[in-house]
Structure formats: C-alpha cells, structure tokens
C-alpha cells in the first residue's frame, strides 16, 4: 500500500503538490477563522441588531470619506487611531458594537483593535458602507 502511494506521487507530483497546498490553503483559513473574535453581519443583520438590541455604530473610515454619509448616529474613529482612542468607547464596553468602513476590510483590522481592549461583542458590517447604500438605507449627510 505504502509503495503505491509513494509511486503515485512520484509519477504524479504536479496533483500531489497541488492537493498539499489547498490542504495548507484550508488550514490555514481555518485557524484564521477560528482566532477571529468578531462576526461579520449584513446590513439587514445590522438593522436587526440595531432595532431588537442595544448597538453601537463604529465608522472607521478616515473623515474625508464620510462627505459621501454615514449611519446616523455613528461614531466616528479612523482606524488608524482605534487602538489610541479605544478610551472613548469604554462606556459601550457591554453593548454590541457594529464597525464599518467603506468596504469591509478596516473594519476588520478595527474589531481586532476591539477585542486586544476587552470588548466581545463586536461585529463588522460586511460589504461596509457600499454594501449599505447598495441596500438603499439610509445615510446622514451631517
């Protein structure tokens, strides 16, 4: 049994070669899904979270990008500064905090920010802020 296998993927290292690494691709994936201490929620997720619990907006984005709107009642922290301004949040330390960006991927950096401080529940809004208006919901322009 050992000599075959060991004969197949001598004649076939190309398959074998392929087959280890998308065996190291989904492990690695794996593991990076399990060490991530946040979920992700679609904006419909969001609105749900928001109307039958008590919610925080977190907008991540840098100020030159909320000209275009953002949720109402947001609170604004560019990702960059989450880490030293992590302080401000402390009073929603117990409530869910929702963070977006413009496209979802900050927002993830920063939820990782939120978990190094203590805070558990925390979410990012898939998709961010495109995903939202491509929702047609509603954006404050203050």
Not at 5 to 11: G, K, L, Q
Not at 87 to 98: A, M, R, T, Y
């Amino acid at each position: 049994m050992f000599t075959q296998i060991t004969e197949f993927s001598a004649n076939h290292t190309l398959l074998v070669g392929g087959f280890v690494a998308l065996l190291i691709a989904v492990f690695i994936n794996e593991f990076k899904q399990a060490a991530k201490n946040f979920s992700s929620l679609t904006p419909a997720g969001a609105i749900q979270l928001m109307n039958n619990e008590d919610a925080v907006l977190l907008d991540v984005r840098e100020p030159a990008e909320t000209v275009v709107g953002k949720i109402a009642k947001a609170i604004q922290i560019p990702v960059g500064s989450v880490g030293q301004r992590v302080g401000e949040l402390d009073k929603h330390k117990d409530k869910n905090i929702i963070v977006y960006c413009k496209t979802g991927a900050r927002a993830g950096i920063a939820c990782q920010e939120l978990n190094k401080a203590g805070f558990e529940k925390v979410y990012s809004l898939s998709g961010g802020m495109t995903a939202w208006q491509e929702a047609h919901l509603p954006v404050s322009r203050k």
